[in-house]
């Protein structure tokens, strides 16, 4: 069974710290990995991964992918209120449809 | 970038009557709409994949006589909660696949829906 894990759960940091966040995964077929930032409405998208190695940036976001190890990060520097959110991993395998791990709730504190 | 709007953005019913959920692409056509449900605290979890024109198809576990779909045209889906229970409620999202791929879908703002 297709199955996508985050961690940590939760998390809660100061302004300007940098967060790191995980998403472990186990698919048939891997086709991608996706990032989502869900700020109590609808998730809007971040990054789409499907290379191992290749970082994408934006901004102070930042995530890779690490199809031998099947994890991907996402990676926040110089946090900001704003970036407080559910941050949502999904994968897209052999079924072709997306996969979500249950997020991380990510607190940034002024 | 695309839009997706849902409607209503929140509802509170009484156990037993039926709730309709509607889904629209505000500047693009979209053949294919999924319509998603998230508990709290819990990720998102895809009930049903909708066609234009076509049956829609349900993931297991999702009863299709309970929650109805029905995507009329390129730029609307309507889901139905039929005789809802208060374990109905939940968070329910829909997104429209702008492009050939599943990753090029655009997500509704959501409706929350409470069961009383």
């Known amino acids: 069974e297709d199955k996508v894990v985050q961690s940590p759960l939760s998390l809660v940091v100061h302004e300007g710290d940098t967060v790191t966040l995980n998403c472990s995964y186990e698919?048939?077929?891997?086709?991608?990995l996706l990032w989502y930032k869900q700020e109590k409405k609808a998730p809007t998208f971040l990054f789409m991964l499907?290379?191992?190695?290749i970082e994408k940036k934006s901004g102070r976001l930042s995530s890779i992918l690490d199809k031998k190890e099947l994890f991907s990060i996402l990676n926040i520097t110089a946090t900001q209120t704003g970036d407080s959110a559910v941050y949502l991993c999904?994968?897209?395998?052999?079924?072709?449809?997306?996969?979500f791990g249950t997020g991380t709730l990510l607190a940034v504190q002024p | 970038g695309a839009v997706v709007s849902q409607h209503p953005s929140r509802v509170i019913c009484k156990s037993g009557t039926s709730v309709k959920i509607e889904c629209r692409s505000l500047?693009?056509?979209?053949?294919?709409m999924f319509w998603y449900r998230q508990f709290p605290k819990q990720s998102l979890m895809l009930m049903a994949t909708?066609?234009?024109?076509?049956?829609?198809?349900?993931e297991q576990g999702v009863e299709k006589d309970k929650f109805l779909i029905n995507h009329a045209s390129l730029t609307l889906s309507t889901l139905t909660v039929t005789s809802a229970h208060p374990e109905d409620s939940s968070f329910y999202i829909c997104?429209?696949?702008?492009?050939?791929?599943?990753?090029?879908?655009?997500f509704g703002p959501g409706t929350r829906l409470t069961v009383l």
């Open positions: 997104s429209a696949l702008a492009g050939g791929f599943v990753y090029t879908q655009y």
């Open positions: 698919v048939t077929n891997f086709r991608s």
């Open positions: 499907t290379s191992s190695g």
């Open positions: 999904a994968v897209v395998g052999a079924t072709n449809k997306l996969i």
């Open positions: 500047d693009f056509q979209a053949t294919t």
């Open positions: 909708s066609n234009e024109g076509s049956k829609a198809t349900y």
